[in-house]
């Protein structure tokens, strides 16, 4: 039933690791998919994809979305304690009024 | 600095009381989002409104949910009566578009039904 499922469901690396968090999605008119960071409160805004095979990027966080496999992937490089949070991924379906349909989240640790 | 501000932070309440809590979206945005999070579901939807009007709010056990947004400043989530299962936090999100797109979240708050 779930439409969006993220994998891992939490993770522990040291610092400075790549890692890379995954998120698939099973939606029947997709319009986006976004990812947020969500620490100790609200979510905030990483990235939104549309389009497949294009890199979006911010720093050391980058994104792709896989539209015809029906998956997108978030990679950290060179982590920090700071990237500590968990990561959701949520999916726009022009079916539901562009309601975000959100996956479970990966947790993520970061140690020192 | 435009954020979504949600009153009251946090919330402790006995069973059967109302409660209500508010949510004043990013001025301009026309789309506004009530969540609710919790452990072991994560983060769901409750309701959405477009321009003022629910668009849908199937996400809502209606018995005891009820949406508003009384004018393009305020939306209004309640809950009468209060159960503890209905302890989470409760996020309201706006955007400035159609779609949800880069929604802005508000800080949450945090029920607890005892």
């Known amino acids: 039933e779930d439409k969006v499922v993220q994998s891992p469901l939490s993770l522990v690396v040291h610092e400075g690791d790549t890692v890379t968090l995954n998120c698939s999605y099973e939606?029947?008119?997709?319009?986006?998919l976004l990812w947020y960071k969500q620490e100790k409160k609200a979510p905030t805004f990483l990235f939104m994809l549309?389009?497949?095979?294009i890199e979006k990027k911010s720093g050391r966080l980058s994104s792709i979305l896989d539209k015809k496999e029906l998956f997108s992937i978030l990679n950290i490089t060179a982590t920090q304690t700071g990237d500590s949070a968990v990561y959701l991924c949520?999916?726009?379906?022009?079916?539901?009024?562009?309601?975000?349909?959100f996956g479970k989240g990966t947790s993520l640790l970061v140690t020192p | 600095d435009a954020r979504v501000t949600q009153t009251p932070r946090h919330k402790v309440t006995e069973m059967g009381q109302e409660v209500t809590m508010r949510c004043q979206p990013i001025?301009?945005?026309?789309?506004v989002f009530w969540y609710r999070q919790t452990m072991m579901q994560g983060l769901e939807l409750l309701a959405y409104?477009?321009?003022?009007?629910?668009?849908?709010d199937s996400g809502m056990p209606k018995d005891r949910f009820s949406a508003e947004m009384p004018d393009a400043t305020l939306a209004t989530l309640k809950i009468q009566p209060s159960e503890p299962r209905d302890s989470a936090v409760y996020f309201c999100?706006?955007?400035?578009?159609?779609?949800?797109?880069?929604?802005?979240f508000g800080q949450g708050t945090r029920l607890t039904v005892v």
């Open positions: 949520a999916v726009e379906d022009r079916n539901s009024g562009y309601a975000l349909n």
């Open positions: 409104f477009r321009n003022r009007a629910p668009l849908d």
């Open positions: 549309t389009s497949s095979g």
């Open positions: 999100a706006s955007g400035p578009g159609q779609g949800a797109g880069e929604a802005f």
């Open positions: 001025l301009g945005h026309n789309t």
């Open positions: 939606v029947t008119n997709f319009r986006s």
